[in-house]
């Protein structure tokens, strides 16, 4: 697992894919999420979209072809198509 590191913006119109680097806590709670299943709970600001992205990435293949599937909780429409953005932009997923 080679994850890319952690943007400072979270979701927004932060930084560009290649511009991205984990923090060593996200790196940690993404191998906690690859190896069980996983509720990532941390303050505003913190990356957890960016953990979500880095697990998208590692699991492109098996999200593509079948059977893994993501599901992504967001608490306002606004915030919808903000994470969609985002997901879009660095997973390539639409």
């Known amino acids: 697992m080679a994850p890319a590191a952690s943007s400072k913006s979270g979701a927004g119109s932060g930084p560009s894919q290649s ?33 979500a992205v880095m697990m998208i990435r590692e699991l492109g293949h098996q999200i593509r072809d079948g059977p893994k599937r993501t599901i992504f909780l967001v608490n306002s429409v606004a ?16």
């Open 19 to 51: 511009e991205l680097h984990a923090r060593p806590y996200q790196v940690e709670l993404l191998r906690r999420a690859m190896e069980e299943n996983a509720i990532v709970f941390l303050g505003t600001g913190a990356g957890k979209t960016f953990i």
């Open 79 to 94: 915030l919808v198509a903000q994470q969609a953005q985002f997901l879009a932009r660095h997973t390539g997923f639409q």
